[in-house]
T-cell receptor, first 113, second 116 residues
Framework: DGGITQSPKYLFRKEGQNVTLSCEQN?????MYWYRQDPGQGLRLIYY???????QKGDIAEGYSVSREKKESFPLTVTSAQKNPTAFYLC????????????FGPGTRLTVT | AQKITQTQPGMFVQEKEAVTLDCTYD???????LFWYKQPSSGEMIFLIY??????QNATEGRYSLNFQKARKSANLVISASQLGDSAMYFC?????????????FGDGTTLTVKP
């Protein structure tokens, strides 16, 4: 059963702590993405990776970091430098060479207090 | 400048009727792709339909069709025979060729409510 998993679904942290969100895919897709979604708004790209051991900043990368050591995995770390980290985080992957449609995980809702 | 514009924050439709969700885009790239995604209240984004800028025919996928008007730079989603399960947020997105492969820009979304 191919797909993208994100864990946990809900995450609570204290301000000042780093937190890592997990994203795993078994679709054999080369490209993976992290988005942030705030209530009632669209998706904003944080980081993306087209291939293992390579990744690029998206539109709102400040305060976030990623790694891509394996094709299947693209974890996102929300650092204490992120000023407003409470949000819904979505991970996606794409593999079609022409259309590049994205397939998403169920998301992680992060609350920082 | 906004690359994807969805002007309808919310839409209502009666069950079994058709509904059109609007999307306009802005690009100078002659090669691009347009997507529609559905986001139910659970939060997961679901890919619905794709239209390439060079495609001669409008894309269709089951009850979904994309009304692509290239000169007007619009890519409206048409849902026929609406069902209660269609109630969700819908996002239009665009990928331009001169950006890194797969990187897409999303609109702000339209919330669709299907009334019984």
């Amino acid at each position: 059963d191919g797909g993208i998993t994100q864990s946990p679904k809900y995450l609570f942290r204290k301000e000042g702590q780093n937190v890592t969100l997990s994203c795993e895919q078994n679709l054999n897709h080369d490209a993976m993405y992290w988005y942030r979604q705030d209530p009632g708004q669209g998706l904003r790209l944080i980081y993306y990776s087209q291939i293992v051991n390579d990744f690029q900043k998206g539109d709102i990368a400040e305060g976030y970091s990623v790694s891509r050591e394996k094709k299947e995995s693209f974890p996102l770390t929300v650092t204490s430098a992120q000023k407003n980290p409470t949000a819904f985080y979505l991970c996606a992957s794409s593999g079609h060479r022409e259309t590049h449609e994205q397939y998403f995980g169920p998301g992680t809702r992060l609350t920082v207090t | 400048a906004q690359k994807i514009t969805q002007t309808q924050p919310g839409m209502f439709v009666q069950e079994k009727e058709a509904v059109t969700l609007d999307c306009t885009y802005d690009t100078s790239d002659p090669s691009y792709g347009l997507f529609w995604y559905k986001q139910p209240s659970s939060g997961e984004m679901i890919f619905l339909i794709y239209q390439g800028s060079y495609d001669q025919q409008n894309a269709t996928e089951g009850r979904y069709s994309l009304n692509f008007q290239k000169a007007r730079k619009s890519a409206n989603l048409v849902i026929s025979a609406s069902q209660l399960g269609d109630s969700a947020m819908y996002f239009c997105a665009m990928r331009e060729r001169d950006t890194n492969a797969g990187k897409s820009t999303f609109g702000d979304g339209t919330t669709l409510t299907v009334k019984p």
